[in-house]
């Protein structure tokens, strides 16, 4: 198997975080910033956060957007930021910015994990965000935690064995 950096290979996506972390105000801004310096189509930089650190009525905003199902894990991250894309720009940008951020979360010792599944609709009222702006993800971002307290269909998840598909699925062909 070819080399991957370490930071690249420790980053996944779990549900298990430490809700008795406090997510410091320096990891989140290196974090923001790392997504600030992502590639975009003619620098464009159109992605949009908004960041809720736990306890803070931003965060509770963007729980509730949360179906139930992610609720009952979420609620254990140190912040939840929803992430979203100023309209007629290419999500692409925004997805290289969030990944960006869970690079840079990983470097600090942190994990983040991505939902899609969310009500952005009245995520975007509660916010009460520019019309523009379009939300496509909600991003929880903290320390692992002790997966062993998460509901039992939750840790398993967290145990399960993680897989990628083969590189040969995934390269279509190879020039040369």
Known sequence: MPDLH?????RWSPRGFDDSHELRQADLASMLEAARWAPSGGNAQPWRFVVG???????????????DDDQRWAG???ALIAAGHVHGADPYDLGQAVAHLGVQAVALGLHTRQVLDFDAAALHA???????????????????????TLPADLRR???????????TDL???VAG
């Open 53 to 67: 650190r736990r306890d803070d009525p931003a965060y509770k905003r963007i729980f509730t957007a949360l179906t």
């Open 126 to 148: 509660e916010l009460e965000l520019p019309a523009e702006v379009h939300l496509h993800a909600v991003v929880a971002a903290g320390r692992l935690g002790d997966p062993g």
């Open 6 to 10: 370490p930071v690249l290979a420790a």
């Open 157 to 167: 998840l967290e145990f399960r064995l993680r897989e990628r598909r083969a590189i």
């Open 171 to 173: 390269v279509l062909s």
């Open 76 to 78: 254990r991250a140190g």
